[in-house]
């Protein structure tokens, strides 16, 4: 069995387990503190069922969590992910899954924004639990919606979901923030994650960082540390962003699809067409 050496890829499937099927129950915990994140899987669903899609493009695909459940559904998915560790575990997660669903899925690795695809093929793009603020560049960001853009049939849609910023700690913190206890899928052993925060820079990134305490069989703990950038990004740059890149009709969900966006929203979850 492969076992990421990155510490954002080895415990990530700990952190956001499938709520149907947890390799360790206790590791739904993380709803209390991610609990939109129950809802997510279920909207992209019903929505690729709404619009009547066939071929879906996951941006930043990650380990799978998303594009798995998409290709159990019928879709044909191709996912796109920079990380050759998160791939290596949505690789190893499919080779569990029935042959059908494996023929269903591509897997790129790749830059997002340096995609090589033919013309306007996908029916709907996803990138979801805040995969596009984590394009931590703005040049990037735009490259990626133009991408998008054009990759994109006729009539096809690009589904975001980013939190909102004006719900978020912009100013930082220093002292590490335990996150509940959860088990390493790998090991077995119990960790928390705490974490820190930096000041939002004037390019409007902020990093994210902090360790896992893994705690040993023989008693002792092991610290892996971890840092990730996102790049913030309010709704009104969003929106204009969206605009730029050619997408003429834009939506915004505070809920995903259950309700108008407002500021109060911890998430934007944004339909652009
Ligand atoms: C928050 S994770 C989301 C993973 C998955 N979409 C999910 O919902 O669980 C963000 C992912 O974006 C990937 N990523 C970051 N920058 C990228 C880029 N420029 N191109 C492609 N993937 C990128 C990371 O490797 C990571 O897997």
């Known amino acids: 069995m492969l076992i990421p050496t990155d510490p954002v890829s080895r415990y990530y499937?700990?952190?956001?387990?499938?709520?149907?099927?947890?390799?360790?129950?206790?590791?739904?915990?993380c709803f209390k503190e991610y609990s939109l994140l129950q809802q997510d899987i279920p909207s992209y669903l019903t929505y690729a069922e709404q619009v009547q899609a066939h071929h879906i493009l996951e941006l930043c695909c990650g380990s799978g969590r998303v594009a798995i459940p998409l290709a159990h559904a019928g879709y044909t998915v191709t996912g796109v992910d920079l990380s050759q560790q998160m791939l290596s575990v949505f690789k190893q997660k499919l080779s569990a899954q029935p042959a059908p669903v494996q023929q269903r899925i591509t897997l790129i690795h790749g830059d997002a924004g340096k995609l090589d695809t033919e013309q306007a093929q996908y029916?709907?793009?996803?990138?979801?639990?805040?995969?596009?603020?984590?394009?931590?560049?703005?040049?990037?960001?735009?490259a990626v919606l133009q991408k998008a853009r054009t990759s994109l049939k006729p009539g096809g849609t690009l589904l975001l979901d980013n939190l909102n910023p004006a719900q978020l700690n912009l100013n930082g913190w220093t002292t590490p923030k335990p996150h509940l206890e959860r088990r390493c899928i790998y090991s077995g052993n119990r960790y928390i994650r705490s974490s820190c925060a930096t000041p939002m820079n004037a390019q409007q990134q902020q990093t994210l960082y902090g360790y896992y305490t893994e705690y040993l069989a023989d008693g002792s703990t092991q610290q892996s540390d971890y840092q990730l950038t996102w790049r913030i990004l309010f709704y009104e740059q969003l929106q204009s962003m969206l605009k730029e890149a050619g997408f003429s009709k834009q939506t915004a969900y505070g809920y995903y699809f259950d309700k108008p966006f407002s500021e109060e929203d911890r998430h934007i979850f944004m339909v652009a067409k």
């Open 123 to 142: 029916d709907l793009i996803i990138l979801a639990f805040n995969s596009f603020v984590f394009l931590e560049e703005e040049t990037i960001q735009r």
């Open 13 to 29: 499937d700990s952190e956001y387990p499938d709520p149907n099927h947890p390799v360790y129950p206790e590791n739904t915990n």
